[in-house]
């Protein structure tokens, strides 16, 4: 029973910050001190992450490497974590994006560094807090703290017009996520009595399990089945939902789905190029793994009522978003539209509903982060070079650029899913899934439609940048990539083609998430074969000590006044 | 003719009112022999030990079972000894912001802090009266402190102007009271709060006119001292026109203590009326004193008045768990004022007391924001351009992150933390009272509450960015710095985040002082 | 005699032993392509050669290995493979496999890494390596002035590595990487001179449009999946039987080698036809999943129509074939090797894969045959008024594709097969012999400002005769044999309900004939033959060295040579003879023709040409060349400076600008969408959604507040009064209450 | 014998009164006399009822209001004179710097 037996978690998440003591302590002007200690500490971080994904065991029980301790609780919280495949994936991502966001920026980010790798640091630790939380409301504290450092990064460091998109993007999550507070502390109480209660996620779901199938037999039963209702089954029927509601509005303005992504484009546009890499390599996945974990499980039948128009919304999402980027001329903005389209696909396979399709998802989660992360890393290069995002500005660069236009090449197959490298896979399972799922034809069909329309606007933009002749003279003397900015990029490309070619270890990892969640989200499906409990069921550790989460305060008699 | 024998025990309870007395005597005293030219840095000291006292005194009280003070005329519970802590940290709090400020105008006085003394023993008494003459003598004792107070700058005209609306509106809306007070002795009989209710119970058979009216004209009175909308306007302008330190009292001490009085009597009161009748008064200043105050507040420029709205937004939201009270049965329908039929089996009883603790915990977080954020203002504001009005302009704040980035961080903590943002207290304060307010089913209000705080978090950002991503405007002379001050930040930054992580030991007290409410 | 026929028969390398390293065939380029691409620049010139065609070389001495094992009968023992989802007896003859486990799988969808070589795909095997190495070989020479050769050479690898993972694919998916796989190669391939911009757009018009055609292939190919599950489901022993298997080993195939796989699929479309019995036949509707209420025919119809979208996309057919001309922006040798000889006829050796599927429908039959016909034709017309060398060559390519289509959809599979691979040979020779011609003439392209170069590149010039007769079918080489093959078949076969299209098909093709020999001559005449063209941009055209003219030489004598493979020298199981490269590919096609004798939906016939057909065919071809030669070396030559009528004018003008498709998929389709998409753009993304609704929200919450905010006059009493009001508004409020 | 009810009007009407006089009178000390004659008015709605219920309570909270108000009218007539010091008028209309 080692220290790491029990707080691997902690450490993951916390090393980012303790890292950040480290550079408070430094003196803001010792700017090699502070990029080496973030660095360092990252590093660090990767390590203790790798060490998390590999202990995770894909046989072994759902939620692994937990750690609960009471805290907050006559509120009915605990502090518990706890990894499912689909988190520990993630998780990886953010801890392998950290070091190489590091990197990235050692010349962008030229003033106020220190602050600048404090926010990086902090914005880690908020970004794996929310991943690994197993309470409901300790995930909501991780992913409203996570958009205050995110919040400094594009206001601080951003480009030109980056106040407004920093408030932009700061209330627009807002909004969703405060209803999405709402909702949830409504869940908490409807989920059961006093002493039952409790914001951890084991407890919520399997207190909502019974009732959601109730729900699910009497939706899907005779017209009216479900005036017969009562108690819970019946307030889920009434406000389930809209609970559901505020629950996909917030996490579908963080994916972000049509027609609430025009935050987006601004956010990416303005941010400085680590802001933008985590922007788009982690934070969006957080609402798609919201759906995942909370939203859709939580609330079955309304999710099954809502997924034709979920869907719709994913479909257009995808055609839209790339249609967006043909009519872009700003480089970043295309990329960001991409990510509109990509997500898309995410959110398509989410509502498959098939293990295919959920699985396709999770691999297309991660297949993002990585294409266009990179794909936001090598622009930030090139902006370095000529701080211009205009492709009008470019053109021909591929003669005195050969290395750099090379990885940006291979990361635009990625993403346009070139068979071989990871994009593929991922976009091949969504769409398979789509069309084996109970969706009409029409859906798999209009998104595979996402296949031409992505080669399109990529290689456009390709072309428009790196091919034909040199147009502007200050392009004729732009140096390569340097050392450095080769070792940031090299592992993108490592990972493009190892997990175009061996995705097997990763995609073991997040299958029996995906069998859990495709069992948990069609609880609410008309004549669905119904799991196994031990599919449905959230098993995690009790509280350690014995007090029940959410013990309610008992108020002790009136005082004696009068006698 | 007997008199009531009164024991030790008896004073007891008002220890930390007597403490803070004493001091203000001492201070008065003091001042009395000291040169104008000599030394007063010993006077914010004294203050601040005194508040430091009385709130170790209250923290002390708080486990003492509750008791009747004085015949009934108070009582001694956790709620009343904690409001008194959070009385102190107001005091404390806006003493030590006061060291700089007074000194820089060179209007350091021993009345100053004798007055803020007096007025913090009136709030701590007040938040244990339970009969209604006492309330209103106290309320008058605080008031009268705080008219002073405003107007204590003799320079300019805001001040006086401050002092003056704030002191016609206050004695108008005292009068309003009082006669509300009237009308319920004559329903009753009594001005004893526990005392009341049986008559209250036979009135409402009776002609309940008396009650009814009596009781809005109640709520009138204090919602004036908690400005909540409308009987807001007279915010604004006073917490402008008033010193930053006074502003901070205000909005701290005052508020809370008004809040506690205004709990008390209505939970006894409203025994004796439908509870439709609270319930729908309050849930309507709620719901307009959170949109409106988010509203207004959105277009200042001037931070100190922006803080003003702020307060008043954030009395909505206490207003909105002082509504939670008053839910007897939650009815059917999906309405915005009305209780819809979401509670999940909580009895009653239990929700209330959540909703006593959100009200509770909710107070402290304020004080400690907006102390802060107080203190705050009044280190960067500047005297030339008071007349003006553009002394507590944003651009005060421009590039504050470079020149003094402790400052900035602090003040973003507490813009944040009035914004309701984890991980600070005020996201903490703002769930339990939302929790509070779902429980007992007030959705459709809660809903509004989240969307205007959501609106709240413009005005409060657009703070953090002038701090934080505008450059230092040129020609800005360097901030003097001063221990008052940042020992006012630290404290409160502190507490801001500590509060917010860790919301533990505190939230236990509170269960305490929610349920031992001497009801 | 028997020794020589026992030393042919009995492979160097055990089949089972050689297996396992089948993969090296697709390694060895890419390591190539690894080494060429990342080193190259500092490796040199030589090094580079030397890796890149070794790499190749290598490959195609195992491709050898492999193809002798295939035809491995030691001891009269034939080479046979276990069919994982037939029966333990029933095997694969003439095949080697080998599975180097899975590659992804979720669910219960699963693709395996698994490899497999048959006579089809090894004779593509040998055509692919020793094709290209031959090419390589040449552009050794060609590229010698450029120093991009090292991305040259690691592309061209790349492009092989892709080829062979498309042709030893044994499942779809892994066909897929493949087929993109050269579709990537190409692109990067055709703006290999990425400078001009022209060219590097070329590059995108080909990926796109194949694109566009991949578009349809995953829908077929998830079509395919859902009717694999689905008739998995209905199944009954009988429909197993029939197919020569059990339900026990088919779900236990699926669930090791996946849905995709040629052989389940093979087994499925075995098990389908009506004549077999069994719950499931074309008519039956599909009972569960997305697919519900379709019937399998009906559903297969469907998905063999998107195969051809796709393959139409790889192979250059209607309506997709815009992009192949403008791809000859890339280097010469790249237009032999990829846009004659091996990726472009990716679509026929799917259809040969897949003919077992194939067959099961008429009505795609008959539409890949008619749409064969009309590319053929088309691409035909529009040559002839084309007067760069390289474009008329690419004509001739789509239209030779069209030819193999309309065998393909006649279901003279081996006939379009022999005719993909005696098309390589002479189309390569010919562009190879263009590059020739281009690199002796200055980069001179315009067959018009040629001409008389028969004199100064004789070997150049020998050699593109060879293969211009070849193309052009006259007898004795090889062209002619295959070709008219095809068009035997084409005319005997019949597809049922669809009488008149092998009719239509064989009219066509004749016309076709006649119209090809006629091109082929006009561009042979004008290169090679008259005098030297005033125009040209070098007085004296030099012959290339042997590395260019080598790989002619032995491309020519291969466009003879195999014509053998036409030639009716095997026994037929039935009695008679049967051409040899048909009893050669009889162990691949042998279950399309069960499934077509059982679901009768195409009769096969098997008759070999009788003379009248070869004199026919042979006085076509030789009238289209005869006016070609009487056009351009009498007619024309009198006619210089008499005006040229208009119609004629307006009529090449046409067949110049290709009968103005371009012009029209730009007016009809990518204008549309740039314009949609613009407009979604600025009208719903920046105007509504952003401007009217996220920034209007906010815009009207500040001037309210700014509403509100008027309120506060600054007078006490006006607050008392308001304050007074709320009073008296509570105040009423109670009484009512009261009253109520 | 007066009924009560007359007293309570009368109260009523004097502190409606008072009330009208705050919204309405421009100069500062009448206004706050105009609040002076509300805290009468409350003391008479006391006394009345005092007398109905035949206790103190009334009596005494009259008094504390009468010692009250005298504390109010000390501070107040301080500020007004303060008023007067910054600005030369004590007319309440003038009195409107801070708005908005």
Redesign the interface.
């Known amino acids: 029973m080692s220290f790491f037996d029990t707080h691997l978690l902690n450490v993951v998440i916390y090393l980012p910050l303790v890292f950040a003591a480290l550079v408070l302590m430094l003196p803001s002007t010792e700017h090699g001190q502070v990029r080496a200690i973030t660095f360092v500490g990252m590093l660090l971080d990767l390590a203790f992450g790798v060490w998390a994904y590999f202990r995770f065991e894909p046989s072994g029980a759902e939620f692994q490497m937990e750690y609960r301790v009471p805290w907050f609780q006559q509120f009915g919280m605990s502090y518990h974590l706890g990894l499912d495949g689909l988190a520990a994936s993630l998780l990886l991502l953010t801890v392998f994006l950290g070091p190489l966001v590091v990197l990235a920026s050692t010349t962008y980010i030229s003033h106020r560094i220190k602050e600048f790798h404090l926010a990086l640091l902090v914005l880690q630790t908020t970004m794996l807090g929310a991943l690994a939380s197993m309470d409901v409301l300790l995930f909501y504290i991780f992913f409203e703290a996570m958009l205050i450092p995110m919040y400094l990064l594009v206001g601080v460091w951003g480009a030109e017009d980056r106040r407004m998109a920093a408030v932009k993007f700061f209330l627009y999550t807002l909004v969703g996520s405060l209803l999405m507070l709402v909702a949830i502390v409504a869940v908490y109480f409807v989920s059961g009595a006093p002493g039952v209660r409790s914001f951890d996620y084991g407890t919520l779901y399997n207190n909502l399990l019974a009732a959601n199938q109730q729900l699910a037999a009497c939706t899907n039963g005779p017209e009216g089945a479900c005036a017969s209702l009562t108690g819970l089954a019946a307030t889920l029927h009434t406000y389930g939902p809209w609970m559901f509601a505020a629950f996909a509005l917030a996490f579908a303005i963080k994916v972000p789905m049509w027609p609430v992504h025009t935050w987006l484009p601004d956010a990416h546009v303005q941010a400085p190029v680590a802001g933008s890499m985590i922007l788009a390599g982690v934070m969006l996945k957080m609402g798609t793994y919201g759906f995942w974990r909370f939203a859709i499980p939580l609330f079955p039948v309304a999710a099954q009522a809502a997924r034709p128009f979920l869907a719709v919304l994913a479909v257009i999402g995808i055609v839209y978003g790339a249609l967006m980027c043909l009519a872009q001329r700003d480089i970043k903005k295309l990329i960001a539209y991409s990510s509109v389209s990509h997500l898309g696909y995410c959110m398509l396979g989410l509502l498959a509903v098939t293990s295919e399709g959920a699985t396709g998802s999770a691999y297309q989660m991660l297949n993002h982060g990585i294409s266009t992360g990179a794909l936001f890393l090598l622009f930030g290069f090139l902006y370095e070079r000529r701080h211009t995002r205009l492709m009008s500005d470019y053109g021909g660069i591929a003669k005195v650029m050969p290395v750099f236009t090379a990885a940006f090449v291979i990361i635009t197959f990625s993403s346009v899913a070139v068979p071989g490298t990871n994009g593929f896979i991922g976009e091949f399972l969504v769409l398979m899934g789509t069309f084996k799922s109970t969706l009409p034809l029409g859906f798999g069909a209009f998104a595979t439609l996402g296949v031409i329309l992505g080669a399109a606007y990529m290689l456009w933009m390709v072309q428009k940048v790196f091919f034909g002749g040199i147009t502007h003279r200050e392009n004729q003397h732009l140096r390569d990539m340097n050392l450095r900015e080769m070792l940031t990029t090299a592992p993108f490309i490592v990972l493009v083609a190892v997990m175009g070619l061996m995705p097997q270890p990763f995609l073991e990892r997040i299958a029996p998430s995906t069998e859990r969640y495709v069992a948990r989200a069609s609880v609410g499906a008309p004549g669905a074969t119904q799991a196994k409990d031990d599919q449905l069921r959230v098993e995690v550790m009790s509280l350690p000590s014995t007090a029940a989460a959410a013990r309610p305060s008992v108020p002790a008699a009136p005082l004696a006044v009068r006698e | 003719m007997n008199l009531p024998n009164l024991t030790l025990a008896d004073f007891l309870p008002l220890l930390p009112a007597i403490i803070m007395v004493v001091a203000a005597s001492v201070l008065l005293l003091s001042e009395v022999f000291l040169s104008a030219t000599a030394s007063r840095g010993y006077q914010a000291v004294l203050t601040v030990v005194a508040a430091a006292a009385s709130g170790a005194v209250a923290v002390g009280l708080m486990f003492e079972p509750p008791q009747e003070v004085f015949l009934g005329f108070g009582v001694l519970d956790p709620f009343s000894s904690f409001l008194t802590l959070v009385v102190s940290v107001g005091l404390g709090l806006a003493a030590l912001s006061a060291v700089g400020f007074l000194r820089k105008r060179g209007a350091e006085r021993g009345e100053f802090y004798a007055l803020m003394l007096f007025a913090s023993a009136g709030m701590s008494l007040l938040a244990m009266s339970t009969e209604f003459i006492t309330i209103f003598v106290n309320i008058e004792i605080l008031s009268i402190a705080t008219y002073a107070l405003t107007a204590y700058l003799r320079r300019g005209t805001r001040p006086s102007e401050a002092g003056f609306k704030y002191f016609i509106l206050g004695a108008f809306s005292s009068a309003i009271l009082l006669y509300g007070t009237a009308l319920l002795y004559g329903a009753t009989g009594t001005t004893k709060l526990n005392d009341m209710v049986i008559p209250l119970q036979q009135a409402l058979h009776g002609n309940p006119a008396l009650v009814y009216v009596g009781a809005v004209l109640i709520a009138a009175g204090f919602a004036f001292k908690v400005a909540a909308v409308p009987f807001h306007m007279w915010t604004p302008d006073v917490y402008e026109g008033a010193p930053t330190p006074v502003t901070a009292l205000m909005s701290a001490g005052v508020k809370a203590a008004a809040f506690a009085s205004l709990v008390r009597v209505f939970l006894t009161v409203g025994k004796g009326m439908d509870p439709k009748l609270p319930l729908m008064l309050f849930a309507t200043l709620a719901l307009l004193t959170m949109v409106a105050g988010n509203l207004m507040a959105i277009p200042q420029r001037n931070v100190k008045r922006m803080l003003a709205y702020s307060s008043i937004a954030h009395a909505g939201y206490l207003l909105l768990g002082v509504a939670a009270l008053f839910v007897a049965a939650p009815g059917e329908s999906f309405r915005v004022l009305s209780a819809s039929s979401l509670s999940g089996g909580t009895p009653l009883d239990v929700a209330r007391s959540d909703a006593l603790r959100g009200i509770l915990y909710y107070l402290l977080a304020y004080t400690f924001s907006a102390a802060g954020a107080f203190a705050m203002v009044s280190a960067l504001e500047r005297r030339e351009d008071e007349e003006k009005g553009t002394a507590w302009d944003l651009e005060r704040f421009a590039g504050l992150a470079q020149r003094r980035p402790g400052y900035a961080f602090a003040m973003a903590a507490f813009m944040l933390s009035l914004g309701g943002i984890p991980p600070t207290v005020g996201f903490m304060s703002k769930l339990l009272i939302f929790q509070a307010a779902i429980d007992v089913g007030l959705v459709g209000l809660t809903i509004v509450a989240v969307l205007s705080s959501a609106a709240g978090a413009y005005y409060y950002l657009r703070v953090v960015v002038y701090m934080f991503m505008h450059p230092v405007p040129e020609g800005a002379q360097p901030l003097e710095r001063n221990w008052g001050t940042e020992a006012a930040l630290v404290i409160s930054t502190v507490a801001v985040v500590l509060l917010g992580i860790l919301p533990g030991h505190v939230t236990d007290w509170l269960a305490q002082a929610g349920t031992l409410f001497g009801q | 005699m028997d020794g020589i026929v026992e030393f042919f028969r009995t492979a160097p390398i055990p089949p089972e032993v050689f297996a396992p390293s089948l993969g090296l065939i697709i390694l060895l380029p890419l390591l190539g392509a690894f080494v060429c691409g990342v080193f190259g620049k500092w490796l040199g010139r030589a090094n580079v050669h030397l890796v890149a065609c070794s790499a190749i070389a290598g490959a195609f001495v195992l491709s050898l290995m492999a193809f002798w094992a295939t035809s491995d009968a030691a001891g009269g023992r034939v080479v046979s493979m276990p069919n994982a989802f037939g029966l333990e007896r029933d095997v694969v003859r003439y095949a080697i496999s080998y599975d180097y486990g899975t590659w992804f799988a979720a669910g219960d969808f699963r693709v395996n890494f698994g490899l497999l070589v048959d006579h089809l795909s090894g004779i593509l095997l040998l055509v692919i390596t020793g094709i290209g190495f031959l090419i390589h070989l040449y552009s050794t020479s060609y590229m010698e002035h450029d120093d991009g050769y090292w991305r040259f050479f690691a592309y061209l690898n790349l492009f092989v590595a892709a080829m062979l993972t498309l042709v030893m694919a044994d499942n779809l998916v892994l066909l897929f990487v493949g087929w993109e796989g050269v579709g990537m190669a190409s692109y990067l391939l055709i703006g290999f001179w990425y400078t001009d911009s022209a060219k590097a757009w070329a590059g995108r018009k080909a990926f796109v449009t194949n694109r566009i055609g991949d578009f349809a292939f995953l829908i077929a190919t998830f079509l395919l999946i859902l009717t694999v599950n689905a008739f998995s489901q209905q199944a009954d022993p009988r429909d197993y039987n029939s197919a020569g298997s059990s339900r026990a080993r088919y779900t236990q195939g699926l669930l090791e080698k996946g849905p995709v796989t040629f052989k389940g699929l093979e087994k499925m479309a075995l098990a389908l036809p009506e004549g077999t019995g069994g719950a499931v036949s074309l008519a039956t509707p599909i009972e569960a999943g997305p697919l519900a209420g379709y019937t399998f025919g009906g559903v297969m119809t469907a998905t063999m129509l998107l195969f051809l979208l796709g393959a139409a996309g790889k192979s250059a057919q209607l309506p997709l074939y815009v992009w192949l001309p403008d791809a000859m922006a890339g280097p010469t040798p790249v237009s032999a090797l990829i846009h004659a000889a091996t990726m472009v006829t990716a679509g026929v050796y799917l259809f040969c894969r897949m003919s077992s599927l194939l067959v099961l429908s008429p009505t795609a039959m008959a539409t890949i045959a008619v749409v064969g016909a009309l590319t053929s034709l088309l691409a035909a017309l529009i040559a002839f008024a084309q007067d760069d060398i390289k474009k008329v060559l690419a004509y001739s390519t789509v239209s030779q594709l069209g030819i193999m289509f309309m065998g393909v959809g006649m279901g003279v599979f081996w006939a379009a097969a022999l005719h993909l691979l005696t098309h390589a040979c002479f189309k390569a020779c010919l562009f190879l012999g263009a590059g020739s011609v281009m690199h002796g003439n200055g980069d001179e392209t315009d067959i018009k400002k040629l001409g008389g170069l028969y004199k100064e590149m004789k070997w150049t010039h020998a050699t593109f005769l060879v293969s211009t007769l070849a193309i052009t079918g006259i007898i004795p080489l090889s062209g002619f044999f295959s070709k008219d093959a095809i068009f035997h078949g084409v005319h005997h076969n019949h597809l049922h309900d669809l009488h008149w299209v092998s009719g239509f098909v064989y009219a066509m093709g004749l016309l076709i004939t006649a119209c090809t020999a006629f091109y082929m001559s006009r561009v042979y005449l004008l290169t090679f033959t008259g005098k030297r063209s005033p125009e040209a941009k070098v007085a004296h055209a030099h012959e290339s060295s042997w590395f260019m003219t080598l790989p002619l030489v032995v491309l020519a004598f291969l466009s003879v040579v195999t014509l053998v493979y036409a030639l009716p020298l095997m026994p037929r199981s039935g009695g008679g003879m049967q051409p040899v490269f048909e009893n050669f590919l009889s162990p691949v096609l042998r279950p399309a023709e069960a499934v077509a004798r059982a679901a009768q939906t195409v009769a096969l016939d098997h008759s070999t040409p009788a003379f009248v057909d070869y004199l026919i065919a042979w006085l076509v071809a030789l009238s289209g060349g005869a006016t070609a030669a009487f056009l351009y070396l009498k007619f024309f030559p009198a006619q210089v400076g008499k005006p040229v009528p208009a119609f004629a004018r307006a009529v090449r003008r046409t067949a110049h600008n290709k009968f103005y498709v371009d012009e029209l998929y730009e007016f009809i389709l990518i204008r549309p969408v740039k314009f949609v998409a613009f407009i979604l753009f600025r009208v719903v993304d920046a105007l509504v959604i952003d401007t009217v609704l996220v920034r209007g929200t906010a815009y009207v919450t500040e001037k309210v507040g700014l509403g509100l905010r008027r309120l506060q006059t600054g007078d006490a009493q006006a607050y008392a009064a308001i304050m007074a009001l709320a009073i008296l508004g509570g105040a009423v409020y109670a009484l009512l209450q009261v009253l109520s | 014998m007066v009924p009560i009810t007359y007293y309570?009007l009368l109260a009523a009407a004097l502190?409606c009164m008072?009330?009208f006089g705050?919204?309405?009178r421009t100069n500062?000390l009448v206004?706050?006399m105009c609040?002076e004659l509300?805290?009468n008015?409350?003391n008479l709605?006391?006394l009345?009822?005092a007398r109905?219920?035949g206790?103190g309570?009334?009596h005494?909270?009259a008094f504390?209001?009468i010692a009250?108000a005298a504390?109010?009218a000390a501070?107040?007539l301080?500020?007004?004179i303060?008023?007067f010091?910054?600005?030369g008028s004590v007319n309440?209309?003038d009195?409107?710097?801070?708005?908005?």
């Not at chain 4, 009195?95 to 908005?100: A, P, Q, W, Y």
């Open positions: 309570l502190f008072g009330m705050v919204l309405v500062a206004v706050f609040v509300m805290l008015a409350v709605t006391f009345a009822f109905m219920h206790d309570i009334g005494v909270s504390f209001v009250v504390a109010e501070i107040g301080a500020i007004v303060a008023v010091r910054s600005r309440v209309d009195i409107r710097t801070m708005k908005h």
